[in-house]
């Protein structure tokens, strides 16, 4: 019998198991241990809450999770509650799938001002996370800035610019629509530090901007560059400058304007006791395509600055780190004898959902190669006299099917469910 451990329940994770459940059938148990007591990652929290089909994804996991040889372990956070020793102490094999949570820091003077935050924290205050329901972020003002040029960016744009009415059938969690409701902002504007035909962002997340009822996104058409030059791009990125290209053309007057600023780097944040502005450098690309600054600076208003510019794994004690790459250190998935790394804590924050699903796989034929059968290690047994010991408070699937739930029980009209966003609310819905 091989027993495995995997620290996060996201994609990743799930994924993992389910490849671990195809290799070893009944010679395996494997535990998916999280610090939350809600399964999915960056499924329930990351992931925007208006794009429902997306989140769908989720439910492919139930019939891994429901499983003899799979078991949901959440509230248990790992290197605090159980260490990742004690882990490979328990299990023939430990699979880190933590993904990367953190966010990236944007690295200009004055990102430390009250109203820069990051995407990661600003994602999830207004999916519900529980680390980030108190983050009360400055949306009130009339003028808010967001950096990056990937979907990330686009889903927080698109979320500052919705209606109330537009967020029905959404789960996004009740304090962000009270919030968001009463928010009066005019001008959304995306930094992008290059140009149209380098953004990171897909056909349908920009197709969604033409659609809004109070905004409008708006592209400058100096930025673009010659049409016929599309032709070289593959057909997705050429769809999605098409739509570019269409927001570049008289568009109707509303309240909210979504504006692409192109070739156009922050260089600092100013205010004197709060984000007030961005500096911004104006850039272009030379004849090797590099990027490079003009000379030229100038200032956006700004109360609220969101920087969408990549991610981080966070640490673990006792588990080797790449500081330069945000993730565990390890070759091919492998870290240490035993321990192994997966999805975005293994390669960093690239690919879609379904590009775990391969990792996965490829994790579990690493474990197969590596452990030929199972030792007598406790495996779940140990795990959970450990956790008996330290009175800690695990939830099972069936819990988190109860949170579930209540989620849907308390629904606005319209919402399919309204989210808990603190973990004594999740953990007292179990009941």
């Given at each position: 019998?091989?027993?495995?451990?995997?620290?996060?329940?996201?994609?990743?994770?799930?994924?993992?198991?389910?490849?671990?459940?195809?290799?070893?059938?009944?010679?395996?148990?494997?535990?998916?241990?999280?610090?939350?007591?809600?399964?999915?990652?960056?499924?329930?929290?990351?992931?925007?809450?208006?794009?429902?089909?997306?989140?769908?994804?989720?439910?492919?996991?139930?019939?891994?999770?429901?499983?003899?040889?799979?078991?949901?372990?959440?509230?248990?956070?790992?290197?605090?509650?159980?260490?990742?020793?004690?882990?490979?102490?328990?299990?023939?094999?430990?699979?880190?799938?933590?993904?990367?949570?953190?966010?990236?820091?944007?690295?200009?003077?004055?990102?430390?001002?009250?109203?820069?935050?990051?995407?990661?924290?600003?994602?999830?205050?207004?999916?519900?996370?529980?680390?980030?329901?108190?983050?009360?972020?400055?949306?009130?003002?009339?003028?808010?800035?967001?950096?990056?040029?990937?979907?990330?960016?686009?889903?927080?744009?698109?979320?500052?610019?919705?209606?109330?009415?537009?967020?029905?059938?959404?789960?996004?969690?009740?304090?962000?629509?009270?919030?968001?409701?009463?928010?009066?902002?005019?001008?959304?504007?995306?930094?992008?530090?290059?140009?149209?035909?380098?953004?990171?962002?897909?056909?349908?997340?920009?197709?969604?901007?033409?659609?809004?009822?109070?905004?409008?996104?708006?592209?400058?058409?100096?930025?673009?560059?010659?049409?016929?030059?599309?032709?070289?791009?593959?057909?997705?990125?050429?769809k999605a400058v098409t739509h570019l290209r269409d927001f570049a053309q008289p568009q109707q007057d509303k309240p909210v304007r979504i504006v692409f600023d192109f070739f156009a780097r922050p260089v600092r944040v100013e205010g004197a006791t709060h984000a007030e502005r961005v500096i911004v450098a104006r850039t272009r690309l030379d004849e090797s395509g590099r990027l490079v600054d003009t000379g030229e600076e100038y200032a956006l208003p700004a109360t609220l600055v969101v920087s969408c510019i990549g991610y981080r794994t966070p640490p673990i004690a006792g588990v080797p780190y790449d500081d330069a790459l945000g993730r565990f250190a390890n070759v091919d998935g492998r870290i240490a004898p035993g321990l192994y790394a997966v999805g975005w804590a293994r390669r960093g924050p690239t690919g879609t959902i379904g590009t775990n699903r391969p990792d996965g796989f490829a994790i579990a034929d690493l474990i197969a190669a590596d452990i030929a059968r199972g030792s007598q290690k406790a495996g779940r047994a140990g795990l959970d006299s450990v956790l008996t010991e330290r009175d800690i408070d695990i939830v099972t699937f069936r819990d988190w099917q109860k949170i579930e739930a209540a989620e849907v029980t308390r629904a606005r009209d319209g919402a399919p469910r309204e989210k808990f966003a603190t973990i004594a609310e999740m953990l007292d819905a179990r009941i």
């Open positions: 019998m091989r027993h495995i451990a995997i620290v996060g329940s996201g994609p990743a994770g799930y994924y993992t198991a389910e490849a671990c459940q195809k290799a070893f059938g009944d010679d395996c148990r494997v535990d998916i241990i999280d610090r939350l007591p809600v399964p999915y990652g960056l499924i329930r929290s990351g992931v925007a809450p208006d794009h429902q089909s997306i989140k769908a994804v989720a439910r492919r996991y139930e019939a891994v999770a429901l499983s003899d040889t799979v078991r949901f372990v959440g509230n248990v956070s790992v290197g605090e509650a159980v260490s990742v020793p004690e882990l490979l102490d328990l299990y023939d094999a430990v699979v880190l799938a933590t993904g990367a949570p953190a966010d990236k820091p944007l690295g200009v003077p004055g990102d430390d001002l009250p109203g820069v935050i990051g995407s990661a924290a600003f994602v999830g205050w207004y999916n519900g996370h529980p680390d980030f329901a108190a983050l009360d972020p400055p949306i009130g003002g009339l003028d808010a800035v967001v950096v990056g040029a990937g979907n990330v960016a686009l889903d927080v744009a698109r979320i500052l610019a919705k209606t109330e009415a537009e967020f029905g059938g959404s789960d996004i969690v009740g304090h962000a629509l009270d919030r968001l409701r009463a928010a009066e902002h005019a001008t959304v504007t995306l930094l992008a530090r290059r140009g149209p035909h380098q953004i990171a962002m897909t056909p349908k997340e920009l197709g969604e901007l033409a659609h809004l009822t109070r905004a409008v996104p708006l592209v400058d058409p100096a930025d673009l560059p010659p049409l016929a030059d599309d032709a070289a791009l593959d057909p997705g990125m050429r």
